[in-house]
């Protein structure tokens, strides 16, 4: 799958976000040429090796000019602050400028990237669970990495722009833009307090975490949601539990804050009392998402990662035989039609023009598909009568799309989505192997509906391997593929509080999709695409994963983990936390004195101090306390909303910010149904028809959605 082939990018950046970024591009048929410092021959990290392997790497002259022919002929620049920017450029070049904090301000000393820094001051530290209750940091820089993938979505939708436009223009994605991209769903709240997270490393539901049996190995259920749950209690001969006057009959009453841990106290005394094979065979029996907690390594050595071609080997040229994961998004099948531009835009984003029909419930499938929306696509989500499970708790993952709420179980049911299908660029869908062909959704059938139709796949293991075909949710691929081990180093292993995998699939499944959208309208090509959280599981290790001889031990946690060393972690103040990050070839300090010197200060003293002693910190927040930051709001990275019923709340704001195609202010989730009646209007029902349907209740025609916020869940 070549869809940037022909294209040329330079690469300037100094961190992993635009290096990354460049390098997905080079993965999928980009000429990259990367420019670097004169003389800088210093052994690459891993995440840099993954990075740049297909990269051509050159050095920049003394004066430090990029070569004006090489300029010219760019389609890409990728920069890491606008001041980055050489003088020069051209009408048709897309200029993507990836700054660590916003493009105006980083708000820590010498001003270098930080995933670390980011996740302390965006609220990812403060919400993970453990013994304390205390900020917790986290061994794998996923927001830099995310916002990497996030960066080469951005860009590919600008130059799938560009194919109609004719016209360049500047793509900022900054760290704050990265922040709401994947800890947007701890934005997306009223204005309560911020919830003790001393609830241990396993979270909060009982029914969702990972428990050790007898011969020592740690099991993971994977319980989400009432189907699982319910099965869970059957298979464990816990339903008594239900009848407790303290759980009242209620599911969601066994993870109540006052309740989870004597429910999770039952469960660990019945799981001591078997084998972890046992308890497997026995989940797995009710079809109950469940595995063996692993390392990263058992997992990356394991067959199912190789059916799905996630391993691959390279030759360095200083590091010798390179073995590191693959991009994750595979290309399935295709077929071939006429190149066609996009539709051009009319100023809602550079995928203005694009609609999108999407199957999916919980978050990875949605989220990528409001991901799409963000970037202006028409997003038609399609639930089922009585919605998607998610969509109340997860109401952030569905905005700016539309709710078409139908019972594809019914003929008239699939023959009105037909309808719907056949308008579509793009059929998005996150379900279990075999559920597409069951509704007649196969890749051959839609070329019977739309031949110019794209499908894309997100789902939990793949489409092959001998774990195709099981359940999976974001745990049960922390636990799965490692990074409930390497969290916990040698402690338990650590469940994280925030889904990194949907968060990071879905992302992946954004860039999946403009891919296969700028293919088509470059070279005709229609493709089946699939990603999965298998996939990403290895992709978001990639700094642990990419193997060689002599590197580095990779990062490993443990139980309430506060950093790798004392001059690089998360440091208690007199009033809170600092997450402090000192450079050992800049900053000549005693890990004993900047400890004691940050006790004794406030937060505010403590982060003047730092500054005054040049080492890079920030305040550690709660997410209450990013939601009220005025920088955020002021910058359009947050806002503020009203809703049906009155009441205020914090949602994300911008995910990236287009310079000549930028998006419209955004609305709200939608109401189940809420667009039922326009979406089918839209493709050709007759209003008889609709009603019909209405009556018969194969379609659901509902109202705004108005939010219940939901307590965290784990």
């Known amino acids: 799958m070549k869809p940037l082939e022909g294209l040329r990018i330079l690469d300037l950046t100094a961190g992993l976000t635009g290096r990354l970024a460049s390098g997905l591009l080079a993965d999928f048929g980009a000429d990259v040429i990367r420019y670097e410092a004169p003389g800088d021959d210093a052994v690459p990290e891993p995440e840099s090796v993954f990075a740049d392997h297909a990269k051509t790497v050159r050095h920049l002259t003394s004066s430090g000019a990029v070569p004006a022919d090489e300029l010219a002929r760019a389609d890409v620049l990728f920069v890491d602050r606008p001041d980055d920017v050489p003088t020069g450029t051209h009408d048709r070049l897309i200029v993507a400028v990836t700054p660590p904090y916003t493009s105006d301000r980083t708000p820590w000393a010498g001003g270098r990237e930080s995933a670390e820094l980011l996740h302390a001051h965006f609220g990812f ?17 996923y927001i830099t990495v995310v916002q990497g993938v996030w960066a080469a979505t951005c860009v590919t939708a600008a130059l799938l722009e560009r194919e109609t436009s004719g016209r360049g223009q500047t793509v900022e994605v900054s760290g704050a833009h990265a922040a709401n991209v994947f800890l947007g769903f701890l934005y997306a709240r009223d204005e309560g307090p911020d919830p003790s997270r001393a ?28 189907k699982f749950a319910r099965a869970t209690l059957e298979v464990t001969g816990s339903l008594h539990l239900l009848d407790d006057v303290r759980v009242g009959g209620r599911l969601d009453g066994l993870w109540d804050q006052a309740n989870y841990a004597w429910v999770r106290r039952h469960f660990a005394d019945y799981f001591a009392s078997k084998p972890a094979d046992e308890w497997i065979a026995l989940l797995e029996s009710a079809d109950i998402p469940c595995t063996i907690v692993r390392s990263r390594e058992e997992w990356f050595a394991g067959p199912q990662l190789a059916a799905i071609g996630m391993v691959r080997e390279i030759d360095h040229p200083q590091l010798g035989r390179v073995r590191m994961p693959h991009v994750p998004i595979s290309s399935l099948q ?19 023009g694009v609609r999108i029909t999407s199957l999916g419930t919980f978050v990875a499938g949605p989220y990528a598909a409001a991901l799409l929306a963000e970037l202006g696509a028409d997003v038609v989500k399609v639930e089922p009568p009585d919605g998607d499970p998610w969509r109340m708790t997860g109401f952030v993952y569905n905005r700016a799309t539309r709710s078409l709420a139908v019972d594809l179980s ?32 196969s890749f051959d059938r839609l070329a019977s509906l739309n031949p110019r139709t794209i499908s894309v796949g997100v789902t939990a ?43 990071t699939t879905a992302v992946v499944g954004a860039l999946t999709t403009v891919l296969g959208l700028l293919d088509r309208a470059r070279f005709g090509t229609v493709r089946q695409l699939s990603t999965s959280l298998a996939a990403t599981s290895a992709f978001l290790q990639l700094s642990a994963l990419t193997d060689y001889a002599g590197r580095p031990a990779p990062a490993t946690g443990g139980e309430d983990f506060t950093g790798p060393d004392a001059v690089n972690r998360i440091h208690p103040t007199s009033d809170g936390f600092v997450r402090a990050q000192a450079d050992p070839h800049t900053v000549d300090i005693d890990p004993a004195t900047l400890t004691s010197s940050l006790a004794d200060r406030t937060t505010d003293e403590a982060l003047a101090w730092c500054a005054s002693h040049g080492i890079a910190a920030v305040k550690t927040r ?41 998006q419209s202010p955004h609305p709200d ?32 025609a509902g109202g705004p959605l108005d939010l219940v916020f939901s307590p965290l869940y784990r």
């Open 669 to 700: 989730a939608p109401g189940l149904g809420e667009h039922t009646r326009d979406v089918l209007t839209e493709a050709g029902c007759a209003p008889e028809r609709i009603r019909a349907l209405e009556n018969d209740g194969v379609v659901v």
């Open 125 to 141: 530290a403060a919400v993970q669970a453990s013994n304390s209750g205390k900020p917790v940091d986290h061994v794998y820089p």
């Open 410 to 441: 019914t003929a008239a049911g699939r023959a009105a989505f037909d309808d719907v299908v056949r308008g579509s660029d793009v059929l998005m869908n996150n379900f279990r192997l075999g559920v597409m062909e069951r509704l007649g959704l």
């Open 199 to 226: 609830i241990g490393p396993g979270g909060l539901n009982p029914l969702y975490t990972r428990y050790q049996a007898a011969d020592g190995r740690w099991v993971f259920v994977g319980a989400l949601g009432p």
């Open 622 to 662: 709660t997410p209450g306390d990013v939601c009220a930051d005025p920088y955020l709001h002021e910058h359009g990275l947050l806002h503020r909303a009203v809703s049906v019923s009155g009441k205020t709340y914090t949602q994300p704001g911008r995910f990236a910010t287009f310079s000549r195609t930028p």
């Open 461 to 503: 293991y793949g489409e092959s391997g001998p774990l195709a075909a099981r359940p999976g949710y974001d745990t049960v691929l922390q636990a799965a593929a490692g990074i409930m081990t390497a969290q916990g180093g040698d402690g338990e292993p650590v469940l994280l509080s925030l889904p990194v995998y949907d968060h």
């Open 334 to 352: 295709e077929r071939r039609t006429d190149p066609l531009p996009q539709a051009a835009a009319s100023g809602r984003g550079p995928l203005d």
